[in-house]
T-cell receptor, first 114, second 108 residues
Framework: IAGITQAPTSQILAAGRRMTLRCTQD?????MYWYRQDLGLGLRLIHYSNTAGTTGKGEVPDGYSVSRANTDDFPLTLASAVPSQTSVYFC?????????????FGPGTRLTVL | GQNIDQPTEMTATEGAIVQINCTYQ??????LFWYQQHAGEAPTFLSY????GLEEKGRFSSFLSRSKGYSYLLLKELQMKDSASYLC?????????FGAGTTVTVRA
């Protein structure tokens, strides 16, 4: 693989269920991010990780958790899904966190919570 | 939090020029990015500005004025494939905050 991948591509989930969205990058980037994208609101940061072993909260972290056990993987977990978490989720990575480091985005996961 | 404003929609004719403005209010400014996002796809990097002035890259140029909290993306010689959303993003405290995006429609 080359770049950043996400799984699943799309998912329909019953409210109250637990769900983990997977994200893997093979660019050896230090920093990784999870965003959600909703119509009219743009991309909003959920959680981030500046380096393996560390994570931080973004703008909209409630209801989500992340882990960063190694450099390549950054899974996002919804412990008990609610309909307001229906969204398109993008994972991204960057070589570092300094200003000029562009972020590379995965293809996205479209999640519907019923 | 950050306040980033850009127009919701713009329409232009093939071969024309379109300018997408972005204004922002932020603390700890570390640069401004423009991304392109086609419908149903991931955002892709277009440009980065951290110093005042114009950065030109082929048909696309990006301008920044830090004192005014203002940037624009200039798309020249528009092509049908340029129909997409254009996202303005500010790096503040080493995290990106995005505007809602501007959807550009190119007409034949």
């Amino acid at each position: 693989i080359a770049g950043i991948t996400q799984a699943p591509t799309s998912q329909i989930l019953a409210a109250g269920r637990r769900m983990t969205l997977r994200c893997t990058q093979d660019m050896r980037h230090n920093a990784m991010y999870w965003y959600r994208q909703d119509l009219g609101l743009g991309l909003r940061l959920i959680h981030y990780s500046n380096t393996a072993g560390t994570t931080g909260k973004g703008e909209v972290p409630d209801g989500y958790s992340v882990s960063r056990a190694n450099t390549d993987d950054f899974p996002l977990t919804l412990a008990s899904a609610v309909p307001s978490q229906t969204s398109v989720y993008f994972c991204a990575s960057s070589e570092g966190t300094s200003g000029s480091n562009e972020q590379f985005f995965g293809p996205g996961t479209r999640l519907t919570v019923l | 939090g950050q306040n980033i404003d850009q127009p919701t929609e713009m329409t232009a004719t093939e071969g024309a020029i379109v300018q997408i403005n972005c204004t922002y209010q932020t603390s700890g400014f570390n640069g401004l990015f423009w991304y392109q996002q086609h419908a149903g796809e991931a955002p892709t990097f277009l440009s980065y500005n951290v110093l005042d002035g114009l950065e030109e890259k082929g048909r696309f140029s990006s301008f920044l004025s830090r004192s005014k909290g203002y940037s624009y993306l200039l798309l020249k010689e528009l092509q049908m494939k340029d129909s997409a959303s254009y996202l303005c993003a500010v790096n503040s405290d080493y995290k990106l905050s995005f505007g809602a995006g501007t959807t550009v429609t190119v007409r034949a």
